[in-house]
């Protein structure tokens, strides 16, 4: 983990040193929404994401399974949250382009303005301050662990880690060991209309 005199440069995540920090970005693209949410664990396999429409037409309910990928992984992981426009000016009329690579998942929310209002919509929800002392667990995680590694010391003598780098694929990570020391340095790329890659 990586920790200076602030603090952890991203709460959500011990080891991201730079990028965009917390676990979703929202950008909007006019009248439609981009949305950026870390999953980690999740795979591209559609069936595992449910994404719906509430019945208002003001916000979207999105549920994911990241299944164990190793015999050594504690637990599965549930994620069930809930991502609001946070203007009066527009409903959603499509979820369009849903994808997750990497453990992230990346989609346009359209929109039509409602008539009657002809303004735009306004900014989304703040995110809580990104940098400090105490890390965060995912606001949406509903079940399994909540931190972002894990390690465990195996029968054998070895020891199992799982690190949650999401955006990272297996071609951009880097593992060495030096001095006894683990290193594992990933890069994830800025995608679509992400605002920047992550290390």
């Given amino acids: 983990m990586l920790i200076g005199a602030e603090g952890f440069y991203a709460i959500n995540n011990p080891f991201q040193t730079n ?3 917390w676990f979703s970005e929202i950008k909007w693209l006019d009248f ?3 949305l950026r949410m870390d999953l980690p664990g999740v795979g591209s396999d559609p069936d595992v994401v449910d994404i719906s429409v509430d ?3 003001k916000g979207v309910t999105i549920k994911a399974l990241a299944p164990c990928l190793n015999i050594n992984d504690s637990f ?4 069930d949250t809930y991502i609001g426009l946070g203007c009066h000016c527009c409903e959603i009329s499509s979820v369009d382009n849903p994808q997750v690579t990497d453990g992230v998942l990346r989609l346009i929310l359209s929109t039509t303005p409602i008539k009657g209002d002809d303004g735009a919509p306004g900014p989304p929800q703040q995110d809580p301050e990104s940098t400090g002392k105490i890390l965060q667990p995912h606001p949406g995680l509903s079940e399994g662990p909540a931190s972002a590694y894990e390690y465990k010391q195996l029968l054998d003598g070895s ?3 799982r ?5 990272v694929s297996d071609v951009d990570i880097n ?4 001095n006894y020391r683990l290193i594992v340095v990933g890069d994830a790329p800025t995608v679509s209309h992400d605002s920047g890659g992550r290390s």
Avoid at 76 to 79: E, K, T, V
Avoid at 163 to 167: K, R, S, T
């Fill in 19 to 21: 990028g965009p920090k």
């Fill in 32 to 34: 439609d929404m981009y």
């Fill in 55 to 57: 019945d208002s037409k």
């Fill in 76 to 79: 599965p992981r549930s994620y």
């Fill in 159 to 161: 020891v199992y880690v």
């Fill in 163 to 167: 690190l949650d780098m999401p955006g």
């Fill in 175 to 178: 593992v060495d060991f030096v």
